[in-house]
């Protein structure tokens, strides 16, 4: 069975760019998550989605924004970004909403000059 | 209140040693409480998880002692080896089904010498 999968593996842009990465979640899988791992600040949850509605999000600034497409992979956006902006970007999935139990995906590195 | 607070940030064993990780918390809403496992370059693979009705789980090597008055849990990786060297968190959650939110803790980093 494939694991998440998250692409790009890398991705550079500059400060006011916007960034956009993907995620396909476990076959069966309809919950998809989003969080950043920056460094020194440990994982902090950023979006959730179900069922192609996002269901709950992190402390964050609107500018982080994404979608569920019908096949039930994300999209993670992130518009005007800051040197801040700088982490791991980590996808998991799970069966629907009713299990706790969250598999993770390799993440995309974003950095920005 | 939302915290999970991990120790120690790293920790050095030797081949064969117990490896001892702790992690505390302070809203008793919490009802489920997983351990990842990461490894420099990939995301986090889970390793275990507990829920507060057990007090003890015990997966191959690695045990998760739950401790619900003092609100404290921690993870013992047993005979420990070279390649148990990674990056662990403690997680928990309040019920994911309403808020889909793990709350991590900040990592602990072990090494384990040959």
């Known amino acids: ?113 | 209140q939302q915290q999970v607070k991990q120790s120690p940030q790293s920790l050095i064993v030797q081949k064969g040693g117990i490896s001892i990780i702790n992690c505390a918390y302070e809203n008793t809403a919490f009802d489920y409480f997983p351990w990842y496992q990461q490894f420099p370059g990939k995301g986090p693979a889970l390793l275990i998880a507990i829920r507060p009705d057990v007090s003890e789980k015990k997966e191959g090597r690695f045990t998760i002692s739950f401790n619900k008055s003092a609100k404290q849990f921690s993870l013992h990786i047993m005979d420990s080896q070279p390649g148990d060297s990674a990056t662990y968190f403690c997680a928990a959650s309040i019920g994911s089904s309403n808020t889909g939110k793990l709350i991590f803790g900040q990592g602990t980093t072990l090494q384990v010498k040959p």
Not at chain 1, 45 to 53: K, Q, R
């Open chain 1, 1 to 113: 069975e494939a694991g998440v999968t998250q692409s790009p593996t890398h991705l550079i842009k500059t400060r006011g760019q916007q960034a956009t990465l993907r995620c396909s979640p476990i076959s069966g899988h309809t919950s998809v998550y989003w969080y950043q791992q920056a460094l020194g600040l440990g994982l902090q949850f950023l979006l959730w989605y179900d069922e192609g509605e996002e269901r709950n999000r992190g402390n964050f600034p609107p500018r982080f924004s994404g979608r569920q497409f019908p096949n039930y992979s994300s999209e993670l956006n992130v518009n005007a970004l800051e040197l801040e902006d700088s982490a791991l970007y980590l996808c998991a999935s799970s069966l629907a909403p009713s299990t706790d139990t969250q598999y993770f995906g390799p993440g995309t590195r974003l950095t920005v000059l």
